[in-house]
């Protein structure tokens, strides 16, 4: 700018920035000579840069490089980015041929030492964490949550701490000892499915001192397990419900867990809680035995 004084074609840099994917680049640059190295800038070229729109490759970067990504998989998805925008022009086949090699060269690694570490580490990833966020998807599609703890009744839960925010969903921290009433459907094995979110781990002290029980009788450890957020337990009833269900007190005490900011003594934090017959009544010949009906206990009109 200092060289070509008022002879800079504004116009044709703002036609050219969306063609090469740096609406963002620009609008920023100009922004910052603006405000720290005083440079005025014409009315016009502020004008027509302001009322280009940035491609989304551009947003999805702008968003990544707002993020901390500490290790290659964590800026692969940047540095594909980088590397279409690189390779314009080129067909899709050779730009995914070629990524390899790219990639390898902008985080100076050696052939082959991204392979064993991190393929392990995108190994669990797509193993342990992409069937949790795909279990997010018919919850976000549904317009209300089965089994949600905001439809639960006040009666049906004791020893619980009043309904708080927890992303886009609804959470009740229990105490370290609480209780809630449920309405198991016709059958005599059944699971029920407790989201506890991401916030206490079944690998810490939850699977050595978490103690379930139904109707006062201790549930076996062994029939309680964790993974990804959620405590599964199988139960057994002894006793056949008809058509109208069996209601029955599931309570559980746990060592208290300790937030940095909170004062309160928790236990679990519970956004949902789910039946479902894993073995109907032999009395029901209509039903398989592999059948398996969910059922949301409990709701509350939200309306």
């Not at 062994?222 to 599964?232: A, D, E, H, P, Y």
């Amino acid at each position: 700018m200092q060289q070509a004084g008022g002879k800079i074609d504004w116009r044709r840099v703002a036609e050219h920035a969306p063609a090469v994917g740096t609406v963002q680049g620009v609008q920023g640059t100009l922004d910052y000579l603006q405000k720290h190295l005083e440079v005025k800038i014409p009315a016009e070229a502020s004008r027509w840069l302001g009322d280009l729109r940035p491609t989304f490759q551009e947003r999805w970067e702008s968003r990544l490089l707002g993020k901390r990504l500490p290790s290659p998989l964590h800026r692969m998805p940047l540095d594909f980015s980088h590397h279409l925008r690189c390779s314009r022009g080129q067909g899709m086949w050779r730009q995914l041929r070629g990524f390899p090699v790219y990639f390898r060269h902008v985080n100076n690694l050696l052939p082959g030492q991204f392979t064993s570490h991190h393929r392990a580490r995108a190994a669990y990833w797509f193993r342990h964490w992409l069937p949790w966020y795909m279990r997010q998807v018919p919850r976000l599609l549904q317009h209300r949550e089965v089994g949600s703890v905001g439809q639960f009744k006040g009666e049906d839960l004791r020893g619980f701490y009043p309904l708080e925010p927890y992303g886009n969903r609804l959470l009740r921290w229990s105490r370290p000892e609480a209780t809630v009433w449920l309405t198991f459907p016709e059958g005599l094995f059944f699971k029920v499915w407790i989201d506890v979110g991401r916030l206490r781990a079944w690998s810490s002290d939850l699977s050595k001192h978490l103690q379930f029980s139904v109707d006062g009788e201790p549930l076996p450890q062994s029939c309680v397990k964790g993974k990804q957020g959620i405590l599964t337990l199988s139960i057994a009833l002894s006793a056949v419900a008809d058509q109208s269900g069996r209601r029955a007190e599931l309570s559980w005490a746990c060592l208290p867990h300790v937030a940095a900011g909170d004062s309160r003594a928790l236990g679990l934090p519970v956004l949902s809680v789910k039946v479902a017959t894993v073995r109907p009544s032999k009395s029901d010949s209509t039903v398989p035995n592999e059948a398996l009906s969910e059922v949301q206990m409990n709701p509350v009109d939200a309306s």
